[in-house]
């Protein structure tokens, strides 16, 4: 019997002991679990904040930032079009008859009344010759038929003609007066046909194109040369109908034009056509140029042109595009809060062609920093220090341009 109990009490023993090992084993295995799935958590940040740490100080200035606002952006409807002369005439022969000289060629300059092309008007003259020699003679048949008249009109009196003579006179003499008439209309016109052979100018402007040579033969209606007036350029422009409840004349609008670059032209919407175009559905607008300071209108027709009408009270969130950083669809900014540099995706709208603003849609607040031209080489969590307007130059070797140079 004292056998048997100390037996049972080993089996026991044997049993607590390795009840306790398993456990033991089982609460190490958790831990380790745990230890593991907080590295794989941490892993991904791990090299951003190594790198974010590793990057030198960003030492910037106050005019390295911007601070987010917003700006009158031109949001109205896109007006595209063409730089065109409100003055400019198409000069057609109202003759036939061969060309003989061209005075004018295609850019110089015209006075009302130069002459720029001159047709043959050797028959036209000789037309003119044998109209007035008809008319002198009917002219002096009509004086003859007038002092018949007067003369019968005195014997009648006396008594010394017959009524019928007098009244056969007064028709010879009303006879004579339609022909005359009739033959002063022909010198007249034979007249007026010679002076439609010399084409001259309509106004003061310049030759834009010449349509014809020397030795051409122009048939009535036929194009002989242009004449425009650069001083009356207009924009000719079209503007789709789904804004056109929008447009309003006098409203100002701002376009750029092909050939200036650089320019930035303000003008006026003066017409606005009440129907759209059947085919295209867009609404042809005219708008006038606003002479600015300093600043001349083209004087040159056909020039294309791109703007936008202003619609006024659209005032959005909007930077210049030299603080936007693009990779191919996406943009972003480089917001600076506190010390920090952050990364900030951003979404984009439309792009004043007139400033160079872009409106941006989500991302920035109102009141929020920016880096005005950010660089390649910038960390997101960089740690940011402010510098004075005007930096000690011996303190740039240890820190890095807010352009990333």
């Known amino acids: 019997m004292p056998h048997q109990s100390v ?28 230890a593991q799935s ?7 940040s791990k090299p951003a904040a190594r790198a974010a740490s590793a990057a030198p100080v960003l030492l910037v200035a106050p005019e390295d930032v911007r601070t987010v606002s917003r700006a009158a952006v031109a949001g109205g409807p896109v007006i595209l079009g063409s730089v065109q002369p409100e003055r400019r005439a198409d000069l057609r022969a109202e003759v036939s008859a061969v060309v003989t000289q061209v005075l ?13 092309v001159r047709l043959d008007d050797t028959s036209i003259r000789d037309s003119m010759a044998s109209a007035e020699e008809a008319a002198r003679a009917s002219g002096q048949a009509h004086e003859q038929a007038e002092r018949q008249l007067q003369r019968l009109k005195t014997l009648q009196a006396q008594g010394m003609t ?21 033959a002063r209309a022909r010198v007249a016109q034979a007249r007026q046909q010679l002076q439609r052979t010399e084409v001259r100018a309509p106004f003061d402007g310049v030759v834009s194109d010449r349509k014809v040579s020397v030795g051409d033969t122009a048939q009535v209606g036929k194009e002989l040369v242009k004449v425009i007036d650069p001083a009356s350029m207009r924009l000719e422009g079209v503007v789709s109908a789904d804004r056109m ?21 303000t003008g006026q919407v003066h017409r606005v056509d009440a129907a759209a175009n059947a085919t295209t559905r867009q609404v042809a607008v005219l708008v006038t140029f606003v002479r600015m300071p300093g600043q001349e209108p083209p004087r040159v027709a056909g020039l294309y042109a791109e703007g936008r009408i202003d619609v006024g009270g659209q005032r959005p969130l909007a930077l210049p595009e030299a603080s936007v950083a693009r990779a191919g669809d996406a943009a ?44 390649s080489t910038l960390v997101d969590g960089q740690r940011v220090e402010r510098a004075a307007a005007t930096a000690n130059a011996a303190s ?10």
Not at 38 to 44: E, L, N, P, T, Y
Not at 106 to 116: I, K, P, Q
Not at 170 to 179: F, Y
Not at 245 to 265: A, C, K, M, S, T
């Open 7 to 34: 037996r049972r009490t080993l089996h026991s023993l044997i049993l607590t002991l390795f009840a306790t090992v398993a456990l033991v084993a089982c609460d190490r295995a958790a831990k380790n679990a745990g």
């Open 38 to 44: 907080q590295v794989a958590a941490s892993g991904a």
């Open 104 to 116: 004018k060629e295609n850019g110089e300059a015209v006075r009302r009344g130069d002459l720029l």
């Open 162 to 182: 017959s009524m019928q003579a007098l009244e056969d006179a007064e028709v010879r003499r009303n006879n004579a007066q339609s022909d005359l008439v009739g």
């Open 245 to 265: 409840h929008e447009l309003r004349i006098g409203q100002g609008v701002r376009f750029r034009v092909n050939g200036y670059p650089q320019v930035d032209f």
């Open 332 to 375: 972003h900014v480089w917001r600076v809060r506190g010390n920090v540099l952050s990364k900030v995706a951003v979404k984009l709208g439309e792009r004043d062609a007139r400033s160079g603003l872009v409106v941006v849609r989500e991302g920035l607040a109102e009141g929020d920093e920016v880096l005005r031209s950010p660089g």
């Open 396 to 405: 740039a070797p240890r820190t890095a341009a807010a352009s990333g140079g």
